[in-house]
């Protein structure tokens, strides 16, 4: 059974040994500042790590010296581990009375895929802990000085996947294209051209403004600007790769206006 959030707000130690338990920690899109204060305490102070490729090195320089850390990473067509195998991990781990920080990018139930892992732990009996991290969509966005609502632009936001567990792209487009209405893409960089093109032909005008984030909130960070017409090209002439979070609607347009605009410790 799953600690209820009430009771871990409360806890500040951590099982002892024999009462292995799972905590399932949002790592937040890269920058270490934006790791909770609950997140950043565990990554001293549990027994084991295991970490996805999303994970930035700066937020990874904060685990604890003595911890075992075990990367599970993923990259497109490339597994070091299938999902399968990282929930089962995840079990055995805790059975063997091991406090475990599964660290993911971002938040772990915005497409982290933490609810699959909390389904079989929950299925094993081993209880376990959500710790809500800063989603990309929000994170990346603030970093790159593009407002995800504006009232005179967009009053709904809508987050999906470009990439989906088949592999396919086959999204509801016509929800996606919506008057007044922000439209945050995870994972669709290799999938842009087809996006992009599917947008256009839902009826989505071709000069929408795009702009695509290469790792954002980080010191690495690029922004690249352009219209549904232009971006995947821009994309290619430029060698954005992945991680890369797509924005498409108008408030993208108040970036320009935003130059003054300075991200939290850069």
Avoid at 169 to 177: F, I, R
Avoid at 190 to 204: D, K, N, T, W
């Amino acid at each position: 059974m799953s600690q209820l959030p009430a009771q871990a707000a409360s806890d500040d130690s951590l099982p002892a040994c024999g009462h292995g338990r799972v905590y399932l920690v949002g790592a937040g899109p890269g920058d270490p500042e934006l790791l909770t204060l609950r997140a950043d305490r565990l990554l001293r102070q549990a027994d084991v790590v295991v970490y996805d490729q999303l994970v930035s090195p700066a937020v990874l320089e904060r685990i604890g010296a003595k911890l075992e850390r075990i990367y599970v990473g993923k990259q497109e067509s490339l597994h070091s581990l299938p999902q399968q195998d990282i929930n089962s991990l995840l079990v055995r781990l805790a059975q063997q009375g091991k406090n475990v920080v599964r660290l993911k990018g971002g938040d772990p139930f915005i497409f982290g895929r933490g609810g699959e892992e909390a389904q079989d732990l929950a299925a094993a009996g081993v209880r376990f802990e959500v710790v809500p991290g800063v989603t990309a969509a929000s994170g990346v966005s603030a970093y790159a000085g593009i407002p995800l609502t504006h009232r005179d632009f967009a009053q709904s936001c809508k987050f999906t996947t470009g990439h989906l567990k088949d592999g396919s792209v086959q999204l509801d487009w016509a929800h996606l294209v919506q008057p007044n209405q922000t439209v945050v893409i995870y994972m669709g960089l290799g999938a842009l051209p087809e996006i992009s093109r599917q947008l256009v032909a839902h009826g989505q005008r071709p000069t929408m403004p795009v702009a695509v984030i290469e790792n954002g909130t980080t010191l690495r960070q690029r922004v690249l600007v352009g219209t549904l017409s232009d971006i995947a090209d821009q994309v290619r002439a430029q060698k954005y790769k992945s991680p890369s979070l797509i924005i498409v609607g108008e408030v993208v347009a108040l970036r320009e206006k935003l130059q003054w605009f300075e991200a939290p410790g850069r």
